[in-house]
């Protein structure tokens, strides 16, 4: 209950009072306990008790920091469950003092309460004391009578033992605990190491003790924190999308002269590129700009220039430690669900608009008179290219690698080079062995100038058509020879030719038939011959100089030099080959570039008048799903960097990512699902690649996006079909996949154990029948889908439209739901830990971060359709601009 005034004047009853409460200092934690018969200000009432931590500066004498327990209603023997959290711009030092103040609230909606009395005390004191510990005298505001007796000791998170439970059980009655800690540090030096602290910032803390069904005590931590990710990520992005635009540009150029029909829509297209690099660049520099907060909040998530920053992007570890047990720790990251704010959902989201753009481009193609090519078609040519600009540098740096070997004569390293380039080689080969690229050649050759078809020579006029890629081919060009010679080489092979000369044809790409259509093949084919006789050359060489070595002691120098000469240097043998190969993965390269480029560039001409703006806000939504899922994987990474079993898991299949949408289907809530199903998906083309940091240097320890190609195209769906049921279905079958693939590599032994002992299998079971269960807000899916995350290594995520109202609901009941099933919470402590998670612990104060005021954004009417546990404490909600 934040805004309550310190110095409250109201005199109230002497009453013995006893609090727990813990505060990091440095390594040093402080603990107060409280209870025994509370006195309140009228004699026949009962107190709402509240109890405020203060920390006043020591030089200046002024309150630099305050936090509140929970309310704990109608009862003298208060039990405080909640932690506190003092601010970690503000240090404690040893001659810190911290106040304690004790509330009888009357009314928490208006946050009216009654002054009961307080005490201070300095930190020094406290670890002069003997075994650190303090008995304090509870003073009324005018210093005119005791009011209580307040006891402070000091207390370590993860040194919790039986005997220390059983005291503070004991000595409590069980009646009455506060805890509070500074969030400036921490109880576990892993969770500010350099690793954690290089992304992780500005922490907020936590803690509360909980009884358990033995009647034990367990300490719970909260800690949420910002992540660097928030920004970096979107702006090195961005910084990506201005290269690929710059670089399409620089290809459509490269495409050579066209047709005036071509050449208007190739100019068309680069203008429409270049105003998109031109808005992405005025986005980055504004972003370069901002200072501050790592973190985008909710209020801010239509802001233009913040439109790729994910909002309110959080992570949120709790960690417990119960007596004769090691401590546990459960991770989530909180996210506004990827979305396009700032353009709006008028129109819907992305995948109602992909499914229209897909319709709305076959009438734009006829229109331009260009070739309709489908998502399929316009995702391989992306592929194509991106593979020949991967592949092309690489085989030529194997091919100078192998000379080098040659050079040296060093069988080995030739063998090995050989090997190497002949893998690339051949992967570059069958990469281009696809009927699209030599459609969009044949296209290509009709858009040049002068093109003049058959049909049109015989008084028949022939449309337009196109596929894509920037291509020189010459109509004119002498075609090239059938086989390549290998000089040199004795009885080289010639490789055999494709089984046939022409691909099979796919009904719906269509075909020049006036174009030599076999030019292609004999081009492309000729990149295996020519690795063929490199290949045959190195086997020759060797064999010669086996031979050498094996030869007969008798023979003489000059014989053996004769022998030696025809292969006396085997670079100057292998170097025509070798450049032979290079210069016809070059040519291949070049066409194959170009053809797919001219796909491109009929795809991009047949965009709509909105074409623009759709890509625009995929790469927003994009952006803001990949930001959200480096903070996870990296988080995920850090926690199991010293589990071998996780590593292993890691290395051989993957990590798989869950998102917990707590998006409605209604109104604009709708197009945001949509948004972000499109963004989802978008992910799963994602790696990871983990390198050695140079240092543990926080600038050294950032992630690094090195390549990325956001596919405008993506398949749309047709028919009546749930959205809600259609995601659900959908990622089942992705989630169910993982666990097979994961069952068949791995074993199951490197996965974490829970104490509920119900198998993935089983789970998965369940979760497959509620989904194909038609049931209105069945929670059971997303329960059953977050434990199941759990248990196979996974990274949570869980989002709503702001990250902060209903994300913050789910969040604490996941985490009470595992304290009373991974960790015995008593029964009757269950809904009291949830209210005092939702009043006073991390998401609250994420809700303040984000709108500076502590009410979740519900109404009545909103709550009447919530399930039970989904709902706020009263006093916690009201009507509040998100």
């Known amino acids: 209950v934040t805004g309550l005034e310190l110095d409250c004047l109201s005199q109230g009853s002497v009453f013995p009072v006893y609090l727990l409460c813990s505060l990091t200092f440095n390594s040093l934690s402080l603990s107060l306990s409280a209870c025994r018969e509370l006195v309140p200000e009228f004699r026949d009432r009962k107190p709402n008790a509240l109890v405020q931590v203060a920390v006043l500066d020591a030089h200046e004498h002024g309150i630099i920091a305050y936090a509140c327990t929970e309310v704990v209603e109608g009862t003298r023997d208060p039990l405080f469950l909640t932690g506190v959290s003092l601010s970690p711009d503000w240090p404690v030092y040893e001659e810190s003092l911290i106040k304690l103040s004790v509330y009888d609230v009357k009314d928490k909606s208006h946050q009216t309460s009654s002054f009961l009395g307080s005490a201070s005390f300095s930190v020094a004191d406290l670890l002069k004391s003997k075994d650190q510990q303090l008995s304090l005298s509870l003073r009324t505001a005018d210093d005119s009578a005791a009011v209580g007796t307040v006891v402070v000791c000091r207390l370590k998170m993860g040194e919790i033992e039986d005997g220390e439970v059983d005291h503070i059980a004991a000595d409590t009655h069980q009646k009455c605990t506060l805890v509070c800690e500074a969030s400036h540090g921490t109880t576990n030096d892993k969770d500010n190491g350099p690793l954690m602290s290089a992304v992780f910032k500005n922490p907020v803390c936590k803690v509360y003790r909980f009884q358990t069904v033995d009647s034990k005590w367990m300490l719970v931590r909260e800690q949420m924190a910002e992540c660097t990710l928030s920004f970096s990520i979107p702006m090195q992005l961005l910084s990506l999308f201005i290269q690929e635009d710059s670089r399409r540009i620089q290809d459509l150029n490269d495409l050579g002269e066209l047709s005036p029909h071509w050449d208007n829509l190739r100019r068309d297209v680069i203008a429409r590129y270049s105003?998109?690099?031109?808005?992405?660049?005025?986005?980055?520099?504004?972003?370069?700009?901002?200072?501050?907060?790592?973190?985008?909040?909710?209020?801010?998530?239509?802001?233009?220039?913040?439109?790729?920053?994910?909002?309110?992007?959080?992570?949120?570890?709790?960690r417990v430690t119960c007596p004769r047990k090691t401590d546990s720790f459960y991770d989530v990251i909180t996210v506004g669900a990827p979305a396009a704010h700032f353009q709006g959902f008028k129109n819907g989201g992305l995948q109602k608009l992909l499914s229209r753009y897909e319709a709305e481009k076959k009438s734009y193609s006829t229109a331009y008179q260009c070739i309709y090519y489908s998502p399929e078609h316009t995702a391989k040519a992306r592929e194509i290219l991106s593979t020949v600009a991967q592949l092309q540098p690489l085989i030529c740096g194997l091919a100078d690698r192998l000379l080098l070997a040659a050079q040296q004569r060093s069988s080995h390293s030739l063998r090995e080079a050989l090997k190497s380039l002949a893998e690339k080689t051949e992967q570059f080969v069958h990469a281009l062995k696809d009927e699209l690229v030599k459609s969009a050649l044949l296209a290509l050759h009709a858009a040049r100038p002068g093109y003049v078809s058959k049909s049109q020579t015989s008084g028949q006029p022939e449309a337009h058509s196109t596929p894509t890629q920037h291509q020189n081919t010459n109509p004119n060009q002498t075609p090239e020879p059938d086989a390549i010679i290998c000089n040199n080489v004795a009885g080289s092979q010639t490789p055999p030719k494709r089984e046939n000369s022409t691909p099979p044809k796919s009904q719906d790409i269509p075909h020049h038939k006036e174009y030599d259509e076999e030019e292609w093949d004999r081009v492309w084919a000729n990149v295996a011959k020519s690795l063929n006789c490199v290949?045959?050359?190195?086997?020759?060489?060797?064999?010669?100089?086996?031979n050498n070595q094996d030869s007969t002691p008798d023979q003489t120098l000059a014989d053996v030099i004769t022998s030696h000469n025809?292969?006396?240097?085997?670079?100057?043998?292998?170097?025509?080959?070798?450049?032979?190969?290079?210069?016809?993965?070059?040519?291949?390269?070049?066409?194959?570039?170009?053809?797919?480029?001219?796909v491109l560039l009929?795809?991009?001409?047949?965009?709509?008048?909105?074409?623009?703006?759709?890509?625009?806000?995929?790469?927003?939504?994009?952006?803001?799903?990949?930001?959200?899922?480096?903070?996870?994987?990296?988080?995920?990474?850090?926690a199991g960097i010293e589990d071998k079993g996780f590593l292993r898991q890691l290395h051989t299949v993957g990590v798989v990512a869950q998102f917990e949408s707590l998006l409605s289907t209604y109104s604009e809530e709708i197009g945001m699902l949509e948004d972000m199903e499109v963004g989802i998906s978008d992910l799963q083309r994602v790696t990871f690649r983990m390198t050695e940091a140079a240092s543990d240097d926080p600038n050294n320890l950032q992630p690094i996006v090195m390549f990325c190609q956001v596919e405008l195209p993506f398949q749309p769906v047709f028919g009546d079909i749930s959205l809600q049921e259609r995601i659900n279905q959908r990622n089942f079958d992705i989630l169910e996949a993982y666990y097979k693939s994961l069952s068949d590599k791995v074993p199951l032994d490197c996965l974490p154990c829970f104490q509920t002992q119900t198998d993935v299998k089983e789970l998965l079971e369940t979760l497959g029948q509620n989904v194909v269960t038609k049931k209105r807000k069945n929670v059971e899916i997303l329960w059953l889908a977050g434990a199941i995350c759990r248990r196979l290594n996974g990274i949570r995520f869980t989002s709503c439209k702001s990250a902060k109202d209903r994300t913050s609901m789910s969040v604490t009941l996941e985490q009470c739901a595992l304290l009373r099933d991974e960790h015995q919470l008593h029964k009757d402590y269950f809904v009291r830990a949830l209210d005092c998670m939702r009043r006073e612990g991390c998401r609250i104060e994420n809700v303040q971060k984000n709108i500076k005021c502590r009410k979740y954004a519900f109404n009545m009417l909103q709550l009447m359709a919530f399930p039970k546990f989904y709902r706020p404490p009263e006093g916690t909600y009201g009507k509040v601009d998100s």
Request: include cysteine.
């Open 275 to 318: 105003q998109l690099i031109k808005i992405y660049q005025e986005t980055l520099a504004e972003l370069e700009k901002l200072t501050g907060p790592v973190f985008k909040p909710s209020c801010s998530k239509a802001q233009k220039y913040l439109e790729f920053i994910p909002i309110n992007l959080h992570t949120q570890r709790m």
């Open 566 to 598: 025809p292969t006396a240097d085997w670079r100057d043998q292998l170097s025509p080959l070798v450049v032979g190969l290079k210069d016809c993965v070059s040519e291949v390269a070049e066409r194959a570039s170009k053809s797919m480029t001219f």
């Open 535 to 546: 290949i045959a050359m190195v086997d020759k060489l060797q064999e010669q100089d086996n």
């Open 602 to 638: 009929q795809e991009a001409s047949c965009s709509t008048p909105h074409g623009l703006q759709l890509q625009q806000r995929r790469d927003t939504v994009f952006s803001q799903a990949l930001a959200a899922l480096a903070c996870g994987f990296v988080m995920r990474l850090y």
